[in-house]
C-alpha cells in the first residue's frame, strides 16, 4: 500500500493558514486507503467504495474473512469477494 505524499504546497495566505485545498487532497486519498480497515458485517454490507485488492472484511452472515480480488474504479465499485481459499463468495 501507498499513501500519497505529505503537500508541500508552500503557499500560505496573509493570517498564517495553509491552503485548504491543498490539504483536502491530501486527507481524502488518506481515508480512501485507511477508511475500509477493521470493517466487519453482513453480506449484504460488505464495502462497495475505497475497495483495493487485498481488502480483508469480516463477514459475519458466513462467519469468516472474505478478501477484494478485484474491483472495479467505478462508484460504486463492483468487487469480487473470494474466501482464503480462493473461491468466490
Known amino acids: ?10 503557499r500560505i495566505d496573509t493570517k498564517g ?11 481524502q486519498s488518506i481515508q480512501t486507503w485507511l477508511g475500509p480497515q477493521g470493517q466487519a458485517g453482513a453480506t ?12 480483508s472484511y469480516f463477514d459475519t452472515t458466513l ?7 478485484s474491483a472495479t474504479s467505478a462508484h460504486p465499485q463492483v468487487v469480487v469477494w473470494v474466501n482464503g481459499a480462493g473461491a468466490t463468495v
Do not use: E, H
Request: net charge positive.
Open 1 to 10: 500500500m501507498s499513501l500519497s505524499p505529505l503537500p508541500t504546497d508552500p
Open 17 to 27: 493558514n495553509i491552503l485548504d485545498r491543498v490539504y483536502q487532497s491530501w486527507f
Open 44 to 55: 449484504a454490507n460488505r464495502p462497495t467504495a475505497n475497495v483495493y485488492v487485498g481488502l
Open 63 to 69: 462467519g469468516y474473512p472474505v478478501f477484494a480480488k
